[in-house]
């Protein structure tokens, strides 16, 4: 039976304008006019090269917070200035430099004498959790802001019928089907598929479509993440996943996903035993979670999340 949000509970707007958004890039043209999410005021540090020296700042010497760029560079700063961080809490996001990589350039003291959150955890560690990454403005205008806000409140509305499962990645960075294994798995997986195919979509098109789908497939970007899971749950629809464990930490930390330990394993019956688990999402509670306001409530010193 298709689902809409009026099945559930009545659904809050959103604010759009408080969306999560740490893939700042000003030193690359095709970002021209993305601008730094505000949350980045709110850090004591904030170092963020080599794409922006702008943006690297130190309020005090003794930081509650910092925000760093996982970029080599960046790494190379945080470490030097290890011996004055104590008791913060450090977010390494905005690049695609994976944890497995940053363990290898960073003093193991910063990880003992801290809480990190890693966007990009593609390994476990116990010490170190993942966060939302939240959303990429350049995608977001790339289908029009306007006409997206449109959908969005649309699906709020509860017009749309949500049934079935999208498949439609790589319309912006296609060569990551062939760098990438999980999306070069999940693109032979659908290739043999009887109740899945993928679609090439117009950005546009996408939106409407994930705004009327029940699962989106989410293949692993370049970075574990990638703006579709945050995309998906604004219109109520529930990434796929291959077990990795930034997946398991958001899924542990209330963002809902299916996840599975290869692509081979989903079939139309499991789809059909998780639709009938849908109604106990609480998507109020999950949308919240993407916004910038969350996110610091996150990382605030009181915080035990």
């Given at each position: 039976m298709p689902?809409?949000?009026?099945?559930?509970?009545?659904?809050?707007?959103?604010?759009?304008?408080?969306?999560?958004?740490?893939?700042?890039?000003?030193?690359?043209?095709?970002?021209?006019?993305?601008?730094?999410?505000?949350?980045?005021?709110?850090?004591?540090?904030?170092?963020?090269?080599?794409?922006?020296?702008?943006?690297?700042?130190?309020?005090?010497?003794?930081?509650?917070?910092?925000?760093?760029?996982?970029?080599?560079k960046s790494f190379k700063i945080l470490n030097a200035l290890g011996p004055l961080i104590k008791n913060a809490t450090i977010v390494i996001a905005g690049a695609d430099t994976n944890l497995s990589v940053f363990l290898s350039r960073i003093n193991p003291d910063l990880i003992r004498n801290n809480r990190i959150f890693y966007e990009a955890k593609d390994i476990p560690h116990p010490e170190i959790k993942s966060f939302c990454m939240g959303y990429n403005q350049f995608y977001l205008q790339k289908a029009g802001i306007s006409r997206i806000e449109k959908t969005i409140r649309r699906y709020e509305q509860g017009k749309y019928q949500k049934s079935g499962t999208l498949a439609a990645w790589g319309e912006h960075w296609p060569a990551l089907d062939n760098k990438l294994s999980d999306r070069q798995n999940a693109g032979a997986f659908l290739e043999n598929s009887s109740f899945i195919?993928?679609?090439?979509?117009?950005?546009?098109?996408?939106?409407?479509?994930?705004?009327?789908?029940?699962?989106?497939?989410?293949?692993?970007?370049?970075?574990?993440?990638?703006?579709?899971?945050?995309?998906?749950?604004?219109?109520?629809?529930?990434?796929?996943?291959?077990?990795?464990?930034?997946?398991?930490?958001?899924?542990?930390?209330?963002?809902?996903?299916?996840?599975?330990?290869?692509?081979?394993?989903?079939?139309?019956?499991?789809?059909?035993?998780?639709?009938?688990?849908l109604h106990t999402i609480d998507w109020n509670s999950v949308r919240a979670q993407l916004t910038s306001t969350y996110f610091l409530s996150l990382i605030s010193r009181n915080s035990s999340r």
């Open positions: 689902v809409t949000p009026s099945t559930q509970c009545p659904l809050e707007p959103i604010d759009l304008h408080d969306l999560l958004d740490l893939r700042y890039k000003p030193n690359r043209e095709q970002y021209e006019g993305c601008a730094k999410n505000p949350v980045f005021k709110n850090f004591d540090w904030v170092i963020w090269l080599p794409d922006s020296a702008r943006s690297c700042r130190i309020k005090t010497l003794n930081p509650d917070t910092i925000l760093c760029l996982a970029h080599k195919s993928r679609q090439h979509l117009t950005p546009t098109d996408y939106w409407e479509k994930l705004a009327q789908s029940l699962f989106l497939l989410a293949p692993a970007g370049q970075g574990v993440q990638a703006p579709k899971l945050a995309e998906a749950w604004l219109v109520g629809t529930v990434p796929i996943v291959t077990s990795t464990p930034c997946f398991e930490d958001l899924r542990d930390r209330g963002y809902p996903l299916m996840i599975i330990n290869q692509w081979d394993e989903l079939t139309a019956a499991q789809l059909k035993k998780w639709e009938s688990e």
